[in-house]
């Protein structure tokens, strides 16, 4: 189960993140804070940012 891509939807305060393996399956769908963002550990792979 590793994340190949992470999407993220930016906002002013809370942040939607949505992580998906090599095939295309979800892996990975979490809400967080600004602070927490920093806490937010994964293996190297593409981000994408969604404004």
């Known amino acids: 189960m590793t994340i190949a891509v992470?999407?993220?939807d930016l906002a002013k305060?809370?942040?939607?993140?949505?992580g998906v393996d090599e095939?295309?399956?979800t892996v990975l769908v979490k809400?967080?804070?600004r602070?927490?963002?920093l806490l937010l550990q994964a293996a190297?792979?593409?981000i994408g940012p969604r404004a």
Not at 13 to 18: A, G, L, R, T
């Open 6 to 8: 992470i999407g993220l």
């Open 31 to 33: 809400k967080l804070h």
């Open 13 to 18: 305060s809370v942040f939607q993140v949505h």
């Open 23 to 25: 095939g295309g399956g």
């Open 35 to 37: 602070k927490q963002m």
């Open 44 to 46: 190297p792979c593409l």
